[in-house]
């Protein structure tokens, strides 16, 4: 049974979404590092959904980066590349709550957007023209 290309395309829309987000969150006089940082991790992960709905592998329900790539990594050895982006996953929850992780600074968030337009740039180019965005 082929992939769910509309899904696929769902995937990479939202993502497209979240990095816009976040860089709008990140200009101005009044940037959003902590709501900016999220939205990288949300691109990342989406964007990696959407890799494992494309090779007919349902993604986890998880927001660990780390797990997506091991099953993106079964499927395409090249996904190693993203190992660095794994790091962006303690913004998915840690960094949202009081407490439990530093809130990012407004570079450390640059840096995030920087790593999610990289990371979500090489997903989409291990996809084929049809479901590219």
Do not use: N
């Not at 993604?59 to 190992?83: I, K, V």
């Not at 009081?98 to 291990?126: K, Y």
């Amino acid at each position: 049974m082929p992939p769910d290309l509309e899904i696929v395309k769902e995937w990479l829309e939202m993502a497209a979404e979240d990095l816009d987000v976040a860089g709008r969150l990140l200009q101005g006089d009044r940037p959003r590092p902590q709501s900016a940082s999220f939205h990288c991790q949300q691109a990342v992960e989406k964007a990696l959904k959407a890799f494992l709905e494309f090779r007919e592998t349902r993604p986890p329900r998880t927001h660990a980066l780390g797990e997506l790539l091991d099953l993106a990594e079964t499927l395409d050895s090249g996904f190693s590349q993203l190992r660095d982006a794994q790091w962006l996953t303690h913004f998915a929850v840690g960094a949202r709550y009081p407490g439990l992780e530093p809130r990012p600074t407004l570079g450390r968030a640059l840096e995030a957007l920087h790593a999610a337009e990289e990371a979500v740039r090489f997903v989409v180019g291990r996809l084929p023209d049809g479901v590219r965005p």
